[in-house]
């Protein structure tokens, strides 16, 4: 499997500010996700992130909100934008596609724990 | 509108104890399914199933899938207390969309 990373591993943030969170893998993948997991709840996606062109988001979620940046195949940012107490989660990226693994199989990275005053 | 289903939601046992956890799926377009531990903030993988009534093993733990009746289950003997976590389990669909299911907590005692 891969080595993949996230900065920060936590933070506290005030109501109206931005955070982005950083994910970085050790080997090139295809495929990156982003996923939200909010207390007591299990992983929702947010998007996808493609490489070199726009992430492909979920129902419920939009760019506006979360955008996305995905310059190579080993990392990508997600910005939580005009943060809400509701906004707090983990929120965490993962990699799929990687060579010599099963296709399916996705690895996540540590997480971000986020907490909105 | 596809989903994942988990049982128990919550397990309590003591070491030593076989535990069998449960995920039901109605999904279109299934590929496969995937179960995960997550003790503090990262899942980690488990299983990868993809055809009917392979076992897949990994010491202690077990998994099976049955795509007739659309369901599988991750069985843990003999647990130990660093068994105590999330268990997770996702169904594959299309392309490589993971939806993952409620999660069975299971809290394993001394």
């Known amino acids: 499997s891969a080595v993949i990373s996230q900065k920060p591993s936590r933070d506290i943030c005030q109501r109206g500010t931005s955070l982005t969170i950083q994910c970085q893998v050790d080997?090139?993948?295809?495929?990156m996700f982003w996923y939200r997991q909010q207390p007591g709840q299990s992983l929702t996606l947010i998007a996808t992130?493609?490489?070199?062109?726009?992430?492909?988001?979920e129902s419920g979620f939009v760019i506006d909100k979360f955008p996305i940046s995905r310059p190579n195949l080993t990392f990508s940012t997600l910005t939580v934008s005009n943060m809400s107490p509701e906004d707090s989660s983990i929120y965490l990226c993962s990699v799929g596609r990687l060579a010599g693994t099963s296709t399916d199989t996705q690895y996540f990275g540590p997480g971000t724990r986020l907490t909105v005053l | 509108e596809d989903k994942v289903v988990q049982s128990p939601l919550s397990l309590v046992v003591h070491e030593g104890d076989t535990v069998t956890l449960n995920c039901s799926y109605e999904v279109t377009n299934f590929r496969s399914l995937l179960w995960y531990k997550q003790e503090k903030k990262a899942p980690t993988f488990l299983f990868m199933l993809?055809?009917?009534?392979i076992e897949k093993k990994s010491g202690r733990l077990s998994s099976i899938l049955d795509k007739k009746e659309l369901f599988s289950i991750l069985n843990i003997t003999a647990t130990q207390t660093g068994d105590s976590a999330i268990y997770l389990c996702?169904?594959?669909?299309?392309?490589?969309?993971?939806?993952f299911g409620t999660g069975t907590r299971l809290q394993v005692f001394p």
């Open positions: 993809t055809s009917s009534g």
């Open positions: 996702a169904v594959v669909r299309g392309t490589d969309k993971l939806i």
């Open positions: 080997s090139q993948v295809t495929m």
């Open positions: 992130a493609n490489q070199g062109s726009e992430a492909t988001y």
